[in-house]
């Protein structure tokens, strides 16, 4: 069994800063790209940033140069197959809403080696503050 665990997510005033986590759990083979999708009332769930194995980043245009995707790449402390970060600087009204994790994910069932899939995680609320 998967699972994605966000944190992080809270109030902050515009300008702060926060940092998201993600952590993946579970009977995983590996985990492929990660990736930062954030959801406002009214609107369709939006990219923010994604992360491959590799380590590399793309942003959408509105979060450029203020935010930063990471990745631990190994198992940590915890137990968590692998972790993303979603560092949030100079937050501004725009940025509020539920942000989720998602990781593409080859898991291992019955001990075989499944086929890549979406995962997702349960969300985090940033709240911005004037």
């Known amino acids: 069994q998967v699972q994605l665990v966000e944190s992080g997510g809270g109030s902050v005033q515009t300008g702060g800063s926060l940092t998201l986590t993600c952590k993946a759990f579970?009977?995983?083979?590996?985990?492929?790209?990660m990736f930062w999708y954030r959801q406002t009332p009214g609107r369709q769930r939006e990219l923010v940033a994604s992360?491959?194995?590799?380590?590399?980043?793309?942003?959408?245009?509105?979060?450029k140069g203020r935010f930063t995707i990471s990745r631990d790449n190994y198992v940590s402390d915890d137990n968590a197959v692998d972790t993303a970060y979603l560092q949030m600087n100079n937050l501004k009204a725009e940025d509020a809403g539920v942000y989720y994790c998602?990781?593409?994910?080859?898991?291992?069932?019955?001990?075989?080696?499944?086929?890549?899939?979406?995962?997702w995680g349960q969300g985090t609320r940033v709240t911005v503050r004037p």
């Open positions: 998602k990781a593409v994910i080859s898991p291992v069932i019955n001990y075989d080696v499944e086929s890549e899939r979406d995962y």
């Open positions: 579970g009977t995983i083979y590996s985990v492929e790209t």
């Open positions: 992360i491959t194995k590799s380590e590399t980043t793309t942003y959408a245009d509105a979060v």
